[in-house]
T-cell receptor, first 116, second 114 residues
Framework: ETGVTQTPRHLVMGMTNKKSLKCEQHLGHNAMYWYKQSAKKPLELMFVYNFKEQTENNSVPSRFSPECPNSSHLFLHLHTLQPEDSALYLC???????????????FGPGTRLTVL | AQSVAQPEDQVNVAEGNPLTVKCTYSVSGNPYLFWYVQYPNRGLQFLLKYITGDNLVKGSYGFEAEFNKSQTSFHLKKPSALVSDSALYFCAVREETSYDKVIFGPGTSLSVIP
C-alpha cells in the first residue's frame, strides 16, 4: 500500500444526488491532488492543495467542489453530476515544500464513479 | 508549458523479450521526468525519475529509462519482460520551478504475452 487511502472504492449515483469522495494520506505530506482518469483520455489534474491552500483549479466545473480541512485529508464534493463525469477519481499526495521536498506523487487506489 | 507524448497506445511483447515504452517531452528549462505504472483497479505507482546526472536511470522491478536530451525522449526499458509487467505505463514531466505541477502523458498499455 502507498499510504494513501480513498473511500468509497465504488460509487453509483444519480444526476440529482449529492455525494462526497474522501482521501486520507498517512505520509506526512503537505500537498494533495485530485485527478480524473477517463477511458481513452489522459490523466486530468483537477485540483492541487499545498499547505491546505488551493493552488490549482484546472477549469473544473463547479459541480465538483474540493475541500481540504487539513494536510492529511482531502474531499471532493459532488452534486448534479452528468453521465460524462463517470470515471476513476484518483487522489495523490507529495511533499511539495521544505527540505524534504520531492516531486514523487503517491496515489490512492481511486474511486470508480458511475453517474446514471 | 510542459507536455508529454506517448506515441503508442498499446505495446505487445513476448515474455522474456526486451521491452521499450516510448516517451517524448517538451518543457522549458531542465526537465524532471518520471515513469509511473498502473495495475488494474489500482492507483499509479512510482517507478523511477530523472533529475540530473547519469542518463540511464534505474528504478523498481528491473525497469530503467534512458534520458536523451537531443531527442527530448525518456524511453522506459526492461531487458526481459514478465507477464506480471502487463499494465498501463505513464510518463510524466514537471518544470524545474514547481514541485506540484506534474503533467502526465496519455499512457501506454503494455501486454506481455506468455
Amino acid at each position: 500500500e502507498t499510504g494513501v487511502t480513498q473511500t468509497p472504492r465504488h460509487l453509483v449515483m444519480g444526476m440529482t444526488n449529492k455525494k462526497s469522495l474522501k482521501c486520507e494520506q498517512h505520509l506526512g505530506h503537505n500537498a494533495m491532488y485530485w485527478y480524473k482518469q477517463s477511458a481513452k483520455k489522459p490523466l486530468e489534474l483537477m485540483f492541487v492543495y499545498n499547505f491546505k491552500e488551493q493552488t490549482e483549479n484546472n477549469s473544473v466545473p463547479s459541480r465538483f467542489s474540493p475541500e481540504c480541512p487539513n494536510s492529511s485529508h482531502l474531499f471532493l464534493h459532488l452534486h448534479t453530476l452528468q453521465p460524462e463525469d463517470s470515471a476513476l477519481y484518483l487522489c495523490a499526495s507529495s511533499q511539495a515544500e521544505g527540505l524534504a521536498a520531492t516531486d514523487t506523487q503517491y496515489f490512492g487506489p481511486g474511486t470508480r464513479l458511475t453517474v446514471l | 508549458a510542459q507536455s508529454v507524448a506517448q506515441p503508442e497506445d498499446q505495446v505487445n511483447v513476448a515474455e522474456g523479450n526486451p521491452l521499450t515504452v516510448k516517451c517524448t517531452y517538451s518543457v522549458s528549462g531542465n526537465p524532471y521526468l518520471f515513469w509511473y505504472v498502473q495495475y488494474p483497479n489500482r492507483g499509479l505507482q512510482f517507478l523511477l525519475k530523472y533529475i540530473t546526472g547519469d542518463n540511464l536511470v534505474k528504478g523498481s522491478y528491473g525497469f530503467e529509462a534512458e534520458f536523451n536530451k537531443s531527442q527530448t525522449s525518456f524511453h522506459l526499458k526492461k531487458p526481459s519482460a514478465l507477464v506480471s509487467d502487463s499494465a498501463l505505463y505513464f510518463c510524466a514531466v514537471r518544470e524545474e520551478t514547481s514541485y506540484d505541477k506534474v503533467i502526465f502523458g496519455p499512457g501506454t498499455s503494455l501486454s506481455v504475452i506468455p
